[in-house]
């Protein structure tokens, strides 16, 4: 491991905090020192408060930020003199500990304290670093680890035997600092945890940091160990029907709505097809912070597509699950059984999380997991702490606090929706309102619009022409291999054609409007209809108009399409029920914010009613208009939990309409 210190970057730093953030950061950009939160760092220093008074402050990460991109709003400054009080307690819970950090906040908007501050604050250095740097605890995992790291760093490092984080940690950590002289050390070894460094300054603690790991990448090296690391030749090949079944499989024992990620590469498929793979996953994480991330072991699967087999091997990990927490419960609530990640012979690493951004922190640390796991086993045997320890963390006071304190989630969080038409107008608002609620979307049109209507990893937008239908089973498997399956169809896409009276009709225009206001959905439910049965609470809601009910003068086309799409959807719910699909149908009418109607457009369908473009926008009984977002609050409704005994139904969103009452 190289540094990566500027020098002239950092003379353009205006304060010790900006440098702190900086030096951080650089921390950060390492993946094999820290993943997703992992590490914290901290600066001794000196605030001057409200009142005038100089006091001194641990200036330490906020919990849970990343250090990758993290600035000086990230870091909190606690007392001092709080953090030494609570030092030299002889015991303390960790809750009690956090509310402290709390009340010791010099500012109460900053993030919450790092668990670890107190630790930070017993290091008479001004500068602290600290990392769960991979290659130092891969060799701390090894056989004879502790042993190994004193050939490796002699004096010139404390050495302290693992201990849960938390009050415990500090505690043993002021045990092993008494009566030493810190300075001479360049930093300390956590046994099975991780690294400190320190110094006086912001690059010593930084360089002493990347030397001590370097030291120990090193030692692998010559060891031999990272040619031992397997690839497969070629890339993992999944099924999207398979990979839906065992994300349904999953999402069965977790209770929830889940995302899978695969990780189909040349590594993660090597790693899935050691013949050791049952006995090296089965002894648990490279760090025990990842519990709480991916339990203690993951799933492993064999090469097989079958339904039954994939159930066989979850049934028996949860078995073992359950009696995991028999053997270690104190007095905690069980967590959900099922797996957060799984080994899959042959084809790769899925991961899953309530969202794709979970999911993906899955996926980043069960790769480098696997790869430390392979190096460990290299150096003589991959072993982790014991069980007893893993569970401590997992079942941690604080965790458990967040189970009782049941915060409530996004109602469609872990759910996996698909929107036509999702560029614009009906389409963009339920794709956005989706969002709001949880849901994974994946977005189809052919307008590239449909790239910018959200934003982050749980929106995939793909350019579609819905009348293909070999473009539109394409892009549905390609959902499905994004976020692992489907839960919720909103077939949308449809396009409002100019008047033409029956007598005037062409045959190309007849045409064009029934290939999209009707065949494209029957193609978008075929395509979609194997995902949708093995989805999560599948729910399918077809976008039709209050035309069907109610059709007017010129509309001949479109009001045979959308009466056709109606018939479509009343098979689909008869047919889709047997599955748990849920087919339901809105019939808007007079939403006039989308880009279907122009200016002219409405003046001209005005006319066909006698009335002036401003009658013809509140031609309803509630004189209201019709917007948008009306329509996607009643869709999104329709697809949620309030509407789970509810399939065949027609919703008008009309503002009322006589010839519809
Ligand atoms: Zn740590």
Redesign the pocket.
């Given at each position: 491991m190289k540094s990566r210190w500027d020098e002239m970057y950092v003379r353009t730093l205006s304060s010790e905090l900006a440098l702190r953030a900086y030096s951080s950061r650089l921390l950060g950009l390492e993946e094999d020192l820290v993943l997703h939160g992992?590490?914290?760092t901290s600066l001794k220093a000196t605030v001057n408060d409200f009142a005038g008074d100089d006091i001194p402050v641990l200036w330490v990460k906020g919990s849970g930020a990343d250090l990758a991109v993290i600035n000086e709003s990230g870091f909190a400054p606690v007392r001092m003199r709080t953090l030494l009080a609570m030092a030299e307690r002889e015991t303390l819970t960790d809750s009690d500990m956090v509310k402290h950090q709390r009340a010791a906040m010099l500012d109460p908007d900053a993030p919450l304290p790092s668990i670890?501050a107190v630790l930070h604050a017993l290091i008479p250095l001004a500068w602290v670093d600290?990392t769960?740097a991979d290659s130092v605890v891969t060799i701390s995992n090894a056989p004879g680890g502790d042993v190994r790291l004193r050939e490796i760093y002699g004096d010139s490092v404390l050495y302290v035997p693992y201990v849960m984080?938390g009050f415990d940690l500090a505690k043993a950590v002021r045990a092993v600092l008494k009566g030493r002289d810190v300075r001479r050390y360049e930093g300390m070894v956590?046994l099975h945890?991780?690294v400190f460094s320190w110094g006086d300054t912001a690059r010593e603690s930084y360089e002493r940091m990347i030397s001590i790991v370097d030291r120990a990448e090193r030692y692998l090296e010559n060891q031999g160990t990272l040619e031992k690391v397997v690839s497969s030749p070629t890339r993992g090949s999944v099924n999207p029907h398979a990979l839906g079944e065992l994300r349904r499989q999953i999402a069965a024992v977790a209770g929830v709505g889940m995302v899978a990620r695969i990780d189909a590469s040349e590594a993660a498929v090597g790693f899935a097809s050691r013949p050791d793979i049952e006995a090296i996953c089965s002894r648990g994480p490279v760090?025990p912070?990842h519990v709480i991330r991916t339990k203690r072991t993951p799933l492993v699967l064999p090469d097989t597509e079958d339904g039954a087999v994939i159930a066989a091997h979850l049934a028996a990990y949860v078995e073992e699950y359950h009696s995991y927490f028999g053997r270690h419960r104190r007095d905690e609530i069980e967590l959900d059984p099922a797996p957060r990640w799984c080994v899959w012979q042959g084809r790769g690493i899925v991961s899953f999380g309530r969202t794709a951004k979970d999911a993906d922190v899955v996926a980043d640390i069960a790769r480098h997991t696997a790869r430390c796991i392979q190096v460990g086993e290299a150096l003589g045997g991959w072993g982790a702490l014991p069980e007893d320890d893993i569970f401590r963390m997992e079942y941690w006071e604080l965790e458990q606090r967040k189970l009782r304190s049941k915060t409530a989630r996004p109602e469609l969080e872990g759910k996996v929706a698909l929107v036509t038409g999702a560029a614009h107008g009906i389409g963009r608002a339920i794709v956005l309102r989706l969002r709001e609620l949880g849901a994974n979307v994946v977005g189809l049109d052919r307008d590239e619009a449909v790239i910018d209507v959200a934003k982050g990893r749980e929106y995939l937008p793909i350019r579609c022409d819905v009348t293909d239908g070999g473009a539109v089973e394409a892009a549905i498997s390609a959902a499905v291999m994004t976020f692992g399956g489907l839960d919720l169809l909103v077939s949308n896409a449809g396009s409002f054609p100019p008047s033409e009276r029956i007598s005037e009709l062409s045959d190309v225009h007849w045409e064009q409007t029934l290939a999209l206001n009707l065949d494209s959905h029957m193609k978008v439910l075929r395509s979609a209809t194997p995902h949708l049965c093995r989805g999560i609470e599948p729910s399918v809601v077809f976008n039709a108009s209050k035309n069907v009910l109610a059709p007017g003068p010129g509309v001949g086309a479109y009001s045979v399409a959308k009466a056709g799409l109606t018939q479509l959807a009343r098979v689909a719910a008869i047919e889709l029920g047997e599955h748990g699909v849920r087919v339901n149908l809105v019939h808007p009418d007079a939403v006039f914010d989308t880009d279907l109607w122009s200016p002219e457009l409405i003046a001209s369908r005005a006319k066909n009613y006698g009335m002036s473009p401003e009658e013809y926008r509140r031609r309803n009984l509630l004189k209201r208009e019709v917007r948008s977002r009306d329509v996607a609050m009643i869709v999104t409704r329709l697809l949620g939990p309030e509407f789970a005994a509810t399939t065949g139904a027609q919703v008008p969103i009309d503002g009322g309409n006589l010839r519809v009452i």
């Open positions: 992992g590490g914290n670890e600290h769960h984080p956590l945890h991780g760090t912070d």
